[in-house]
């Protein structure tokens, strides 16, 4: 494969994502001043933790000669989409595994067309076989792609952590609580690394299930020895499991947008910002806190 392609956009440095204090009398009733971490803008292809995760991840691809990416993801996965973009980038063919095998031969939703139209072949698998992903090496073989390099789900693993612990530097002394939604887990598991003395994570599921916290754990152990102190979960504020925006959720992510100027994409910023409202109404954090939410991505 010709090396030549330019790599830059993917894969170099990027500058520090802007920091952007919103004026919203209702957290500022409770005495929480919020801002947001414009992650979103931190690279024009791959928005917020899908560029921190992928980046690591495609050094090492690109480094190791691998002919091809392969990774994992549902029917409406923004992972799969960065993913595909980031081959095109690099040149790179990409193959991405999805569940639901009910799905083969139908018309494809935008998400996934976007993928088809970045270049990613699709392989459908049976929800049963999807969620023997980590353990079946005969599913990239199954799929074409025996020699690709492996991402796994929701781009989480040990490189992932690192290109998070970044956003955690960033955000070093801005704030006393960092929030972030959580898919898989890794963009919270690796943020809080990098976060100075006295803060602390915080993350929303957007899925249900209650099984992030043992991924986060584990993703810590992989990635540093230990799980790491000073971040918990606030669940509960999924709406109903992923890729569920119910009318309650939509209507405020359509206000909270039209009031600070800020597109908020559906699937997890809506629900994170919708969870920050909620706790802070509730008392859930004292009275001169400053809290960061990390806008991972667009609409």
């Not at 009398?25 to 024009?44: A, I, Q, S, T, Y």
């Not at 040149?91 to 270049?119: F, I, W, Y």
């Not at 956003?167 to 990098?194: K, Y």
């Not at 976060?195 to 299930?209: D, I, K, N, S, Y």
Request: one cysteine or more; hydrophobic letters at 40%.
């Amino acid at each position: 494969m010709n090396r030549s392609v330019d790599l830059a956009p993917p894969l170099r440095e990027r500058p520090p994502s802007p920091l952007v204090e919103v004026a919203d009398e209702r957290f500022e009733r409770h005495g929480v001043r919020l801002v947001l971490k414009r992650d979103d803008l931190v690279h024009p292809e791959l928005p917020g933790n899908k560029w921190r995760k992928l980046a690591p991840n495609l050094r090492v691809a690109v480094a190791q000669g691998y002919p091809e990416l392969l990774t994992f993801g549902g029917a409406y996965s923004n992972h799969l989409r960065a993913t595909a973009a980031a081959g095109r980038l690099l040149g790179m063919p990409t193959v991405g595994v999805v569940r639901g095998e009910e799905l083969a031969g139908r018309p494809l939703n935008p998400s996934l067309a976007r993928c088809v139209a970045d270049g990613m072949r699709l392989h459908f698998v049976s929800r049963a076989r999807y969620r023997e992903k980590a353990t079946d090496p005969g599913l990239a073989a199954e799929a074409g792609a025996a020699r690709a390099y492996v991402i796994p789900e929701g781009g989480s693993n040990a490189l992932a952590l690192e290109g998070c612990a970044g956003l955690g530097r960033e955000l070093a002394g801005t704030a006393d609580v960092v929030a972030v939604a959580c898919g898989t887990g890794g963009t919270l598991a690796g943020l809080v690394a990098g976060l100075g003395p006295g803060q602390r994570a915080l993350g929303v599921p957007v899925v249900g299930g209650g099984f992030l916290d043992g991924e986060i754990r584990s993703l810590q152990n992989a990635a540093y020895g230990r799980v790491l102190p000073h971040w918990s979960l606030a669940e509960g504020f999924h709406h109903g499991g992923y890729a569920r925006v119910p009318d309650a959720l939509e209507a405020f992510a359509a206000d909270f947008g039209q009031r600070h100027g800020v597109p908020v994409e559906r699937l997890y910023v809506a629900k994170l910002l919708w969870a920050l409202l909620r706790l802070t109404e509730d008392g859930g954090f004292p009275r001169g806190t400053t809290l960061a939410a990390v806008i991972t991505g667009r609409p």
